[in-house]
């Protein structure tokens, strides 16, 4: 019998024990859309962080930032959920005004990992928050 997830702090568990009793990453979903995931990203944990993603997307489709702060360890497979949740989210969605939204799943703060691994693979700039300011 699993306990009753803590929502005292605001924060939502999606699938709170979807990687078994030895999980090793989290991922919570605090109320203004912003997903902190922490721990070890990979093969055995990737599925569960690219439903999460889809699942705080259809909560959030005015946008998800990520906040990967506290994430450990992150490969391919990982990578590979980010992408896929971007892809999932990113059909045009045109404003009545013209102009283009922003992208629906941005990163935020992130740990020192993987801006090497975003560095790595060129990805980073996919996840980039909208740029604000008249451009120069």
Do not use: N, W, Y
Not at 28 to 40: C, F, I, L
Not at 65 to 70: G, I, R, Y
Not at 86 to 113: C, H, K, M, N
């Amino acid at each position: 019998m699993h306990p009753l997830p803590d929502r005292s702090a605001g924060h939502t568990d999606i699938e709170p024990d979807a990687t078994g009793p030895d999980a090793q990453m989290t991922v919570k979903v605090t109320p203004d859309g912003t997903v902190v995931v922490s721990g070890e990203i990979d093969s055995a944990t990737a599925p569960h962080l690219r439903r999460s993603l889809l699942a705080a997307l259809d909560a959030h489709p005015e946008g998800v930032t990520l906040d990967l702060t506290a994430v450990t360890f992150c490969d391919c497979a990982g990578l590979r959920a980010f992408l896929t949740a971007r892809a999932a989210s990113a059909a045009p969605r045109p404003r009545l005004d013209g102009e283009r939204r922003p992208p629906p799943l941005t990163f935020g703060p992130v740990s020192p990992r993987m801006t090497r691994l975003l560095q790595l693979t060129g990805t980073g700039r996919l996840f980039a928050p909208p740029k604000t300011g008249q451009p120069q």
